[in-house]
């Protein structure tokens, strides 16, 4: 549309509604709508801001007519005024009192005001020094500038020519020299207090006033002055020059901190009272001496930033000075009387009637906590290396105590006086000694079931006592649920948490005492790996040899003792891995902590438990690997020496010595032939397992029993019995190789003593090589056997095997026990090889009378030998081969308890 054409002109309007739509001329409509809204708000904007301008600038022009007025009225009435101090200084004297009465002339009245200046400044120093020794600082620098306005006054104002006056006083200029020098004695006596963290806030303002007036300076350089004196005074406190004790100079420091924030808020802040430095020039100026009284106060942003930036550098230097300090301090009693002393110090600063949250938010915009920026993480610190040391001093002791027992067990072999000797090397001589009168029963029946020797319980007792007195020492800082007297606190009324840091020390114990069996431990391991390397050396040495390998084997033996019993022994070593618990405590602790819904949850309690076990559980792995390491040393000896001595008489036994060795049981056989007329036959079985297989057998289980078959660890014991049945098979392997083909005779014994003590040993199904080979093995000598004669033989064999089992049980009971053949042998073996014998034979070692019905028990009197009714005819079929023993069919796992 054209610019300046009216809406409501009809030809406009019919063009507009001939040109669009309805829809369109709405929005046309909205649109002209919205922009005549626009310029309205437009208008009233632009008129309300220069209308607000309009009103400032009166405002502003009226004030600046206002504050012209009133500085040209003060500076009329500071000429009065100054006009006024000039009369009255030189004409009335220095307190400006005029006396009523007093009509004397001119002349006169000038001349008592010189005296009376001059006697005011004779009189200074000795005023002055008086006010120094009360500490009054500000009362001195008052007759300081005294006695300087006085000496002005003399030199420029007076009537009489100054030159005449000195020579009518010549004492004068001296009078000023013994007094000028106070100016600086005043300053450095007012810094000097400022540093004083023990005087009172007002002792502090009158000596920051003095140091105003004196240097003509401002409350905010006033403020960082005092500062700086308080951050020399604190570092003053670590000097070497300073007699007193390590907990006084920790209080001095806490005193320190917590003084210059009350100061602060006292003195140059706003508080209940007013600012106490402007209260104290007020007070000073209400004699009319020329002080400062209209001073500009610190700004709060400048006193926060200021504060902020001293707090930091404080702990800066108190970090490095406290540290120094603490190294003095060697025991946790004496860091807990410290940290007691602090939190007796600040609970007495609590007790101020402005609360120390609200004194911090004044001077410093936030909370401060005295002890835990200044002082608990270098205590911390301090603690951690005093339970270093001391854990490291128990490790080394137990180091000694470990070398001195072996050097005594070496020098007192062969002295049959010395019982710990003897006992250290054959623990079955003390398991079955008689009670001493040094331990109780209770305590030595312990020892004997855990077979722990006296030296190896003199050892840990003395490492144990140790313990506790670290323990006795930590307890001064770990945390008791209740104040002083059985009082709960509230955490309201302490300054800090006095036992926060509980968890912390629990942990640096738990560490500490894990550092130390570790340590122990690393000591074992490398004189076991001495012991190892001079094993090996004589192994291939001359056989005189065998006593010092002994000596040797059973130092060996001595260190793994220890260190499995070490645990046991130590309690107190395990309330330390357990962070100062003990383990059914834990257990109470984790399921009442379990939430509701899942405290029968096995799976949360055993997770929470492990959690606190974890160093406990640490420890014992590797005291048991130590262990286990210790005794495979006398594993492979033992095995090696008992299996050297079973090779050589294997290899050197033959048909005439076998058969004179063992013992063989006769069996009558009645047999009927084919026209079944009854005849009878006589065969031979073995009767018990060769000689010098029941001496090697026997003489293992001596060994066991030397070093305590009862407390053998299960690992120790399943190794143990792997090893030596390794060893042989590998004995009958090479005696087959060397061999070949032997008689039957020697083959039925080599076959039984091969299946007693592939039963005795009972390995693993699992082994498939070791299944293997004693199959091999057992197939050789079957084979060395007439197929005939081994069918009619083996059910007799397999009966007198289990005889033989049973037989030796007892005597063969450590191999029994770590082997877990017993099941076996009294279990699933009998039932499957039993035949027909009834049940009350099968538990029989004896030889049983035979026709006697009502003493089916009663055992034969003469020599072994049975009668066996067996229907086969004489000349038939032989029976088929039958089937070889498989020796993996019976085994079982082993079953092993260690105790």
């Given at each position: 549309?054209?610019?300046g ?8 309007t ?11 001329i709405?929005q046309?409509?909205r ?13 009233r ?9 309009l ?8 004030a ?18 100054c006009?006024?101090?000039?009369e ?10 005029v006396?009523p ?56 104002e ?7 006056f ?5 004492i ?6 013994s ?13 000097l ?30 403020f ?6 308080r ?6 406190l ?23 924030v009350?100061?602060i808020?006292?003195?140059f ?28 106060l610190v700004p ?6 200021n ?18 300090l ?14 007691d ?13 402005i ?59 062969g ?32 020892l ?11 050892i ?9 007195d670290i323990l006795?020492d930590a ?20 300054p ?5 840091d509980?968890?912390d020390?629990?942990?640096a ?21 001495n ?31 220890c260190?499995h019993?070490?645990?046991e022994?130590?309690?107190n ?27 029968g ?7 929470s438990?492990a ?5 406990l ?14 005794f ?11 299996t ?9 036994n033959?048909?005439v ?9 006769s069996?009558k056989?009645s ?5 079944g ?8 079985v ?11 057998l026997?003489?293992l289980?001596q ?26 098979v590998s004995?009958?392997e ?9 008689s039957?005779?020697?083959?039925v014994q ?16 699992d ?12 197939g ?16 007799f ?12 049980s ?6 029994v ?15 499957k090889h039993?035949g ?31 009668t ?7 000349h ?20 092993y308890?260690?105790r």
């Open positions: 549309m054209a610019a054409r009216v809406w409501d002109n009809e030809t406009d019919n063009a507009l509604f001939q040109q669009h739509t309805v829809d369109d709405r046309i409509e649109k002209t709508r919205m922009d005549i809204e626009r310029k309205k708000e437009d208008l904007q632009m008129v309300g801001e220069r209308y607000h301008e009103i400032d600038a009166a405002d502003t022009i009226a600046m007519k206002v504050f012209a007025g009133n500085v040209v009225g003060y500076i009329e009435q500071m000429y009065g005024q006009r006024e101090l000039k009255t200084h030189q004409c009335r004297g220095m307190t400006g009192h006396d009465l007093d009509t004397k002339s001119e002349k006169t009245s000038g001349v008592l005001s010189l005296a009376n200046q001059l006697k005011m400044l004779f009189d200074t120093p000795e005023k002055v020094w008086s006010a120094l020794e009360t500490q009054q600082h500000l009362e001195a620098a008052r007759l300081y500038l005294q006695a300087q306005d006085i000496m002005t006054g003399l030199q420029t007076s009537k009489i020519s100054y030159k005449h000195l020579a009518s006083f010549p004068l200029q001296r009078q000023w020299s007094v000028s020098h106070f100016k600086s004695t005043i300053l450095q006596e007012s810094k207090l400022l540093g004083n963290h023990r005087a009172s806030p007002e002792t502090t303002a009158h000596s920051l006033c003095a140091i105003l007036l004196l240097e003509n300076s401002t409350p905010r350089q006033a960082t002055d005092f500062l700086v004196a951050k020399a005074a604190l570092q003053g670590f000097h070497s020059s300073r007699q007193s004790s390590v907990k006084s100079q920790v209080c001095d420091i806490v005193s320190m901190v917590t003084s210059t009350r100061h808020e006292a003195v802040t706003h508080g209940e009272k007013g600012c106490l430095l402007l209260e104290v020039l007020r007070a000073s100026n209400e004699s009319n001496q020329p002080l400062v009284v209209s001073l500009p709060h942003d400048l006193m926060h930033a504060c902020a930036e001293w707090i930091s550098t404080c702990v800066q230097d108190v970090g490095d000075g406290l540290r120094k603490l190294t003095f301090v060697n025991s946790v009693k004496g860091l807990a009387s410290i940290r002393a602090v939190y007796s110090l600040l609970q007495q600063d609590s007790q101020c009637h609360p120390w949250s609200a004194t911090c938010q004044s001077v410093l915009g936030r909370p401060l906590s005295v002890w835990d920026e200044f002082i608990k993480a270098l205590v911390l610190e301090q603690l951690q290396a005093i339970l270093h040391g001391q854990f490291l001093s128990v490790a080394n002791q137990g180091e000694k105590l470990l070398a001195s027992a072996l050097q005594q067990l070496t020098d007192n072999r002295n049959t006086g010395n019982e710990d000797g003897s006992f250290d090397r054959d623990v079955a001589l003390f398991v079955w000694s008689e009670v001493t009168s040094s331990l109780t029963s209770c305590n030595s029946l312990g004997r079931a855990r077979a722990c020797t006296p030296s190896a319980s003199r840990c007792s003395n490492l144990d006592s140790q313990f506790g006795k307890q001064h800082f770990l945390c008791t649920e209740k104040g002083e007297g059985g009082v709960t606190i509230s955490a309201q009324d302490v800090f948490e006095k036992f926060s509980t968890r020390i629990q942990t114990l738990q560490s500490s005492g894990s550092l130390s069996v570790t340590r122990v431990c690393l000591w074992v391991e490398h004189e076991l790996e012991l190892e390397e001079i094993l090996r050396q004589a192994k291939a040495s001359s056989p005189d040899t065998a006593i010092e390998v002994e000596n040797h084997i059973d130092s060996c033996v001595f260190l793994g003792r260190c019993s070490v645990l022994e130590c309690p070593l395990q309330w330390i891995l357990l962070g100062g618990q003990t383990l059914d405590s834990i257990h109470h602790s984790s399921l009442r902590r379990a939430p509701r819904r899942v405290r949850s096995k799976l949360v309690t055993d997770n438990i959690s606190l076990t974890s160093q559980d640490e420890a014992r792995k590797r005291l048991n690997s130590v262990y286990v390491a210790a495979r040393l006398w594993q492979e000896w033992a095995c090696g020496v008992l050297d001595h079973l090779n050589h008489c294997l290899q050197s033959d048909v010595s076998m058969s004179n060795a063992t013992a063989w049981e069996i056989l047999e009927e032939t084919e026209g007329k009854p005849i009878q036959s006589t065969i031979e073995p009767f018990q397992v060769s000689v010098f297989v029941m001496k090697f026997f003489g289980c060994e066991i029993n030397r070093i305590s078959s009862h407390a053998l660890d299960r690992t120790v014991g399943q190794d143990l019995v792997r090893v030596v049945f390794e060893k042989v004995c009958y090479r005696y087959h190789t060397r061999r070949g083909r032997i039957q005779r020697l083959a080599n076959w039984f003593d091969v299946n007693f003590m592939c039963q005795l040993f009972n390995t693993s199904k082994d498939q090589e070791m299944n293997s080979r004693t199959k091999s093995l057992t050789w000598l079957e084979s060395c056997i007439d197929p005939f004669d081994l069918s009619v033989l083996e059910p064999l397999q009966s007198n095997l289990t005889r033989q089992f049973q037989r030796c007892v005597m063969l009971g450590p191999l026990s770590l082997s877990g053949s017993a099941a076996v042998w009294y279990g699933g073996h009998e039932r039993g027909s014998r009834s049940t009350q034979e099968q538990h029989n070692v004896l030889p049983l009378s035979q026709g006697i019905p009502r003493f089916t028990l009663l055992p034969h009197h003469s020599t072994p030998s049975r066996v009714q067996r229907n086969q005819t004489l038939g079929t032989r029976q088929p081969f039958a089937h070889s023993i498989s020796i993996a069919s019976y085994l079982k796992p082993s079953v308890s260690a």
